[in-house]
């Protein structure tokens, strides 16, 4: 008598199982009426067969019950039951195994159609590019974007530039003393010019060559940098010469920007936020988008300094919470919404595929050296006088001692070899941590042991939190440049720090508690995490709003359609830029 066991080792492995359903072709394919049929066959071709598979099945069951019900059952009674039943299943058993032959045939042919179509589309693809990279003109209809509003939007670029250039003329203009050459006060550690130097180069120069690991994506990282932080510069002298107008109760009789050095460098400081943002989303990001996206967040930016540092009168020279925790948390909660556009899993993986190429991240790591050189002078450049020095050397200490615990953790977390994503960005994490008004206050001892604790934590982050956060979390949000565990966290942790330590009170080294902290010790610790959490809110908030308007914007467009991570979106390349190798059958591409 046939067993269950008979049963399932005849379902006939070399035959495949009839599917539940056919795999999706994206929209941007032509329709072909032989594929549609090919698929209606064989989903029709692949109920029959369960339908069979569920007959035999069924009849084996009823056979075993007839058979336990016979009381006693006969020699002779048995066999014949067992002949009926052995000539029932074969008929279906036959019926069964010739609808899977002819369903393993449609199988195939449907593949190899759906194989051809793909191959056909990888040739055009590239060929494609190729005519571009020759100016020659092509007829493939695919390749034709049509014109939408964001092809447009260079005409709104230039008036938003021609009413910036004239609220200059009217808003903007220089004081007649001599003093505004000066080096600050008596107590400080160098002149603004020369901090202004150091906190540009960093910006400008560093947060962008941080981005040029980038393979197919190293123009976009560095230019739109560039670009943003040109846009931002400006505009925020203006944003903040609306929030000091606030400040002052002046609405009613608007007072002008007497501008000095120092209001370069809280321009600059708007930028360097706006390019820690933009470190989360490159690569995810159209030169439109990015430009609203910048405008937006130079505002927020602007509020949130207003309230912590002109009301609230938080201590926070280097930024730990006004500039690296709020641009991190703004460009992570945008990047939510921007990833959507994007099957996830080709999006990590396309964004780890730019990370192989070895002189690109050689470039990146000079960049982190240069940043790393000029983090002190960041973090200096606006702490209260008498107090820089003490800032200058915290920092450096702190940013010592976290490259080598960044070196060491990477090293025994990395299976004995070093990680370069490790060396890039988590030497910088201890400089973040150090960016506040702790820094004026701690000992140098207290400076390395924090430093110390955030490179070895920015490690770990690189290692388990960011691959956790693109494919396990909820939001699966991907950090191109891994922006939370240099700046996001690091910032948290400086913010705390300055918390703790300035409500401990101690010596302020001959100054008067007052001269640097507005609010006196130990009352300004409060005001110091206050901070930590308002910037959070405004961040995640306006941030979140942020890359929604861009996502329903994107909806309304072509410009979810382009690949990310690639320069060729947006410039024209040289004749030497990586070609993308538009792997379209590699698993998890189509959604």
């Given at each position: 008598?046939?067993?269950?066991?008979?049963?399932?080792?005849?379902?006939?492995?070399?035959?495949?199982?009839?599917?539940?359903?056919?795999?999706?072709?994206?929209?941007?394919?032509?329709?072909?009426?032989?594929?549609?049929?090919?698929?209606?066959?064989?989903?029709?071709?692949?109920?029959?067969?369960?339908?069979?598979?569920?007959?035999?099945?069924?009849?084996?069951?009823?056979?075993?019950?007839?058979?336990?019900?016979?009381?006693?059952?006969?020699?002779?009674?048995?066999?014949?039951?067992?002949?009926?039943?052995?000539?029932?299943?074969?008929?279906?058993?036959?019926?069964?195994?010739?609808?899977?032959?002819?369903?393993?045939?449609?199988?195939?042919?449907?593949?190899?159609?759906?194989?051809?179509?793909?191959?056909?589309?990888?040739?055009?693809?590239?060929?494609?590019?190729?005519?571009?990279?020759?100016?020659?003109?092509?007829?493939?209809?695919?390749?034709?974007?049509?014109?939408?509003?964001?092809?447009?939007?260079?005409?709104?670029?230039?008036?938003?530039?021609?009413?910036?250039?004239?609220?200059?003329?009217?808003?903007?203009?220089?004081?007649?003393?001599?003093?505004?050459?000066?080096?600050?006060?008596?107590?400080?550690?160098?002149?603004?010019?020369?901090?202004?130097?150091?906190?540009?180069?960093?910006?400008?120069?560093?947060?962008?060559?941080?981005?040029?690991?980038?393979?197919?994506?190293?123009?976009?990282?560095?230019?739109?940098?560039?670009?943003?932080?040109?846009?931002?510069?400006?505009?925020?002298?203006?944003?903040?010469?609306?929030?000091?107008?606030?400040?002052?109760?002046?609405?009613?009789?608007?007072?002008?920007?007497?501008?000095?050095?120092?209001?370069?460098?809280?321009?600059?400081?708007?930028?360097?936020?706006?390019?820690?943002?933009?470190?989360?989303?490159?690569?995810?990001?159209?030169?439109?988008?990015?430009?609203?996206?910048?405008?937006?967040?130079?505002?927020?930016?602007?509020?949130?300094?207003?309230?912590?540092?002109?009301?609230?009168?938080?201590?926070?020279?280097?930024?730990?919470?006004?500039?690296?925790?709020?641009?991190?948390?703004?460009?992570?909660?945008?990047?939510?919404?921007?990833?959507?556009?994007?099957?996830?899993?080709?999006?990590?993986?396309?964004?780890?595929?730019?990370?192989?190429?070895?002189?690109?991240?050689?470039?990146?790591?000079?960049?982190?050296?240069?940043?790393?050189?000029?983090?002190?002078?960041?973090?200096?450049?606006?702490?209260?006088?008498?107090?820089?020095?003490?800032?200058?050397?915290?920092?450096?200490?702190?940013?010592?001692?976290?490259?080598?615990?960044?070196?060491?953790?990477?090293?025994?977390?990395?299976?004995?070899?070093?990680?370069?994503?490790?060396?890039?960005?988590?030497?910088?994490?201890?400089?973040?941590?150090?960016?506040?008004?702790?820094?004026?206050?701690?000992?140098?001892?207290?400076?390395?042991?924090?430093?110390?604790?955030?490179?070895?934590?920015?490690?770990?982050?690189?290692?388990?939190?960011?691959?956790?956060?693109?494919?396990?979390?909820?939001?699966?949000?991907?950090?191109?440049?891994?922006?939370?565990?240099?700046?996001?966290?690091?910032?948290?942790?400086?913010g705390f720090a300055s918390a703790i330590a300035l409500s401990q009170g101690g010596s302020t080294y001959g100054q008067p508690a007052t001269d640097i902290f507005p609010r006196g010790l130990p009352t300004q610790g409060g005001y110091q995490a206050a901070c930590?959490?308002?910037?959070?809110?405004?961040?995640?908030?306006?941030?979140?709003?942020?890359?929604?308007?861009?996502?329903?914007?994107?909806?309304?467009?072509?410009?979810?359609?382009?690949?990310?991570?690639?320069?060729?979106?947006?410039?024209?390349?040289?004749?030497?830029?990586?070609?993308?190798?538009?792997?379209?059958?590699?698993?998890?591409?189509?959604?």
């Open positions: 008598m046939a067993t269950i066991e008979d049963y399932e080792e005849s379902r006939f492995t070399e035959y495949p199982e009839p599917p539940e359903k056919t795999r999706h072709v994206p929209d941007e394919y032509p329709k072909d009426g032989y594929l549609e049929g090919l698929d209606r066959f064989v989903l029709e071709l692949s109920d029959y067969v369960r339908d069979w598979q569920k007959e035999e099945g069924k009849k084996l069951i009823e056979e075993s019950d007839k058979l336990k019900t016979m009381k006693p059952p006969s020699a002779e009674g048995e066999r014949e039951e067992k002949r009926d039943y052995s000539a029932g299943v074969a008929s279906i058993k036959k019926r069964r195994k010739n609808y899977r032959a002819v369903l393993k045939d449609a199988m195939d042919e449907r593949q190899k159609f759906f194989d051809s179509m793909l191959q056909q589309k990888q040739e055009q693809e590239l060929v494609r590019l190729k005519l571009e990279r020759l100016k020659v003109p092509t007829n493939d209809r695919t390749s034709i974007r049509e014109k939408t509003i964001m092809d447009y939007f260079f005409l709104v670029i230039f008036a938003f530039e021609i009413v910036i250039t004239l609220i200059f003329f009217t808003c903007v203009i220089f004081t007649d003393s001599t003093t505004q050459n000066h080096v600050g006060g008596r107590y400080r550690a160098d002149d603004y010019y020369s901090y202004l130097i150091h906190i540009s180069l960093l910006t400008f120069f560093g947060f962008g060559g941080l981005l040029v690991f980038l393979r197919r994506g190293s123009f976009s990282g560095i230019g739109f940098n560039f670009f943003v932080c040109a846009l931002v510069a400006q505009l925020a002298l203006l944003t903040n010469l609306l929030f000091y107008n606030i400040y002052q109760n002046r609405l009613s009789g608007w007072q002008s920007l007497e501008i000095n050095i120092s209001d370069l460098i809280l321009a600059v400081y708007a930028s360097a936020t706006v390019s820690i943002s933009f470190g989360a989303l490159c690569g995810k990001i159209h030169f439109v988008e990015l430009f609203l996206f910048a405008i937006a967040e130079t505002f927020f930016f602007s509020l949130n300094y207003y309230i912590n540092i002109w009301l609230l009168k938080v201590v926070d020279p280097g930024g730990a919470m006004t500039i690296h925790l709020f641009g991190s948390f703004y460009g992570l909660a945008a990047s939510y919404w921007l990833s959507k556009s994007y099957n996830r899993d080709e999006l990590r993986h396309l964004g780890h595929e730019n990370y192989t190429s070895y002189p690109l991240s050689f470039v990146t790591l000079a960049s982190s050296a240069f940043v790393f050189v000029l983090m002190p002078s960041f973090n200096a450049a606006l702490a209260p006088d008498g107090s820089q020095y003490r800032v200058t050397v915290n920092t450096f200490v702190a940013m010592v001692g976290g490259a080598c615990f960044a070196f060491f953790v990477s090293k025994q977390l990395r299976r004995k070899s070093f990680h370069i994503t490790d060396v890039h960005f988590s030497i910088l994490a201890a400089g973040v941590a150090m960016a506040s008004g702790h820094s004026a206050l701690i000992k140098p001892g207290g400076a390395l042991l924090i430093g110390c604790a955030v490179g070895m934590a920015s490690v770990i982050f690189f290692a388990f939190l960011q691959p956790w956060l693109e494919k396990r979390s909820p939001l699966k949000v991907f950090d191109t440049r891994g922006v939370n565990n240099v700046h996001g966290i690091p910032g948290i942790v400086g930590i959490f308002i910037s959070l809110g405004i961040s995640i908030v306006a941030g979140f709003a942020t890359g929604f308007v861009l996502w329903v914007l994107r909806r309304m467009t072509s410009v979810r359609r382009q690949r990310p991570f690639q320069d060729s979106n947006e410039f024209n390349p040289s004749y030497d830029y990586p070609a993308d190798p538009f792997d379209f059958s590699r698993e998890g591409y189509w959604h």
